[in-house]
């Protein structure tokens, strides 16, 4: 079994649009009325699909579309629960702590390649280029169809970049210029590490990806190369590697030696009702998921967009996270889930999307150019160059490549909590990970 990802050779696809336009085809299957479910995140930026039904309901009037959610965190745990008491939804995504390979794994997915076949789909149709259609593919087969587009971004404060009198990072990933360090330095400009909470900001927020991925941006793996062609089940583990060692030690080192990027309680205490500790106006630079640009015409500051730093890795810069729509192998209305799925990637709705979403990056290329224009005082021709980058020197997300993505994120958020909170270093606490995930994956993958 080959798993396809976003490369850097596949990924610059994105940028292409594919000309022709979609129309949602009949009106789903049978003559007689039935309800789909679609199992969502409980928040604005994906609630925002219940704005949409009537438009859909109107269009497919045999077709009812119920919306179910749950908090993030509780996200996984209720479907799972939901599918042992033969409730499942019939459409949702990996919006939770697990991925796409770990419901592929647990037989969870429903194999879509004959009913897209029966039903004349075309991913030009929807101006999804064909080879991000095989994101979602296993063997041929396809599991998911996909619906929107993040790439990992800096954002930076304006701000606080004038008033330290630090030139802005540039856009152009081709940029060799900014690195790492020069990042560093800038940060350096821009913090003051004060335990008076009014006095207190800093330079830079590292955030890129989940923990066990962020040391491929310094050119490590935690995990063994098989995992990328077999399923997503590591045949072994490197936490023991110096490598991989030397880049957590630079990572945490921000926070604890560098002292440029905030401790989790200072991010705790700022971070208020969004939970993003750069919307408090103290940080400098945030590295995150484009996900955090949907905030930024609230931003009491003026902000910007630019390319992730050149790291020691020259192949990869981004995290990709590309999200599909699923319809789960139990559903009773595949077709009319179908028919939802088409609607929600037209041109119009996508575009209609991102401002209902609040600033959802659509898959459909034709609706892009309205994404990137979303944004007041930032250049959508930046922001457009940022993307393409990210495109070009991408990696799919961790949580969507590994199978039983869940169990193992959660044993890295708490291992490394004492690292992150300063009480222990990242070679005190590595070889215990070492460990314990070494045990777990030989349990998970008997």
Not at 161 to 181: H, I, L, M, N, R
Not at 290 to 308: C, E, I, M, P
Not at 373 to 388: E, L, M, N, R, T
Request: charged letters at 25%; proline letters at 5%; one cysteine or more.
């Amino acid at each position: 079994m080959n798993k396809k990802w976003l490369s850097a050779a596949t990924c610059i696809a994105l940028t292409t649009v594919v000309a022709g336009t979609a129309c949602s085809k009949g009106e789903g299957g049978s003559g007689k009325t039935v309800t789909i479910t679609h199992y969502t995140i409980d928040s604005p930026d994906r609630t925002f699909v219940e704005k949409l039904i009537p438009d859909f309901e109107a269009k497919h009037p045999n077709i009812k579309v119920k919306v179910t959610k749950a908090p993030y965190e509780q996200f996984d745990s209720k479907l799972q629960s939901a599918i042992a008491g033969k409730k499942a939804p019939d459409v949702t995504s990996h919006w939770g702590y697990g991925g796409f390979m770990e419901y592929y794994s647990k037989g969870m997915l429903m194999d879509l390649s004959q009913l897209l076949q029966d039903d004349g789909f075309n991913a030009a149709d929807y101006n999804i280029p064909e080879n991000v259609m095989d994101i979602y593919k296993v063997d041929g087969k396809t599991y998911g169809v996909p619906l929107n587009s993040y790439v990992t971004v800096m954002l930076y404060n304006k701000d606080m970049f004038d008033k330290a009198g630090v030139a802005y990072p540039p856009t152009d990933y081709e940029d060799k210029s900014w690195t790492f360090d020069k990042m560093v330095d800038a940060a350096k400009k821009m913090t003051v590490d004060s335990k008076n909470l009014a006095d207190a900001q800093y330079g830079v927020d590292f955030g890129w990806g989940e923990r066990d991925q962020r040391v491929q941006y310094f050119g490590a793996d935690v995990y063994s190369e098989d995992t990328w062609t077999n399923g997503g089940k590591p045949s072994k583990v490197n936490l023991d590697k110096p490598e991989v060692i030397d880049a957590y030690k630079k990572i945490y080192g921000l926070i604890h030696d560098q002292k440029v990027s905030p401790t989790p309680a200072f991010s705790k205490s700022v971070s208020g009702q969004f939970g993003d500790p750069f919307l408090s106006g103290k940080i400098g630079m945030s590295v995150v998921g484009s996900w955090s640009l949907a905030a930024s015409n609230n931003f009491n500051f003026k902000v910007g967009v630019a390319a992730v730093p050149q790291g020691p890795n020259p192949k990869v810069r981004s995290v990709l996270y590309v999200d599909p729509l699923f319809i789960l192998k139990d559903s009773k209305h595949p077709k009319e889930a179908l028919e939802w799925i088409k609607y929600l990637i037209t041109t119009e709705v996508q575009e209609k999307s991102i401002e209902l979403s609040g600033g959802n990056p659509p898959v459909n290329q034709k609706a892009a150019d309205k994404y990137y224009s979303s944004f007041d005082g930032i250049d959508p021709a930046q922001i457009k160059q940022v993307y393409d980058g990210a495109y070009k020197y991408g990696f799919e997300s961790y949580n969507h490549l590994i199978d039983n993505y869940s169990q193992i994120n959660e044993l890295f958020i708490n291992e490394l909590g004492p690292v992150e909170n300063g009480d222990k270093k990242a070679e005190e606490v590595l070889p215990v990970i070492q460990e314990k995930l070494t045990k777990l994956l030989e349990r998970l993958n008997k």
